[in-house]
């Protein structure tokens, strides 16, 4: 059992940045990838960006050159920098493990807000 904690989240202006952070319960060494999803009010759950145990990182076409996922194995924490936030990028921001294929974990969600 993985359990997974966001933090970070808030009510910016469009432009600034904010950071986000998961603090898992257990040692993330060997999780397979960890990610960011968003939902946004009335549209499906999508994936912001993901980083795998390697380090590989994939990121959705709109947050390319402002976000930046990254992962702390010592402190079993992982980030998301966001800069030049957009109104669009309004949403609840959840937290995700995958420890093995098709066995996911997900935290609570985190809301950021982004105001014109």
């Known amino acids: 059992q993985v359990q997974l904690v966001e933090s970070g989240g808030g009510l910016v202006q469009a432009g600034e940045s904010l950071r986000l952070s998961c603090a898992a319960s257990v040692s993330i060494v060997s999780i397979l990838s960890m990610g960011w999803y968003r939902q946004a009010p009335g549209k499906q759950r999508e994936m912001a960006a993901v980083i795998t145990r390697g380090g590989s990182t994939n990121y959705e076409d709109s947050v390319k050159g402002r976000f930046t996922i990254s992962r702390d194995n010592a402190k079993a924490t992982m980030y998301l920098q966001m800069n030049n936030l957009k109104p669009e990028d309004t949403a609840v921001y959840y937290c995700?493990?995958?420890?093995?294929?098709?066995?996911?974990?997900w935290g609570q969600g985190t809301q950021v807000t982004v105001s014109s």
């Open positions: 995700n493990a995958m420890v093995a294929a098709g066995n996911h974990y």
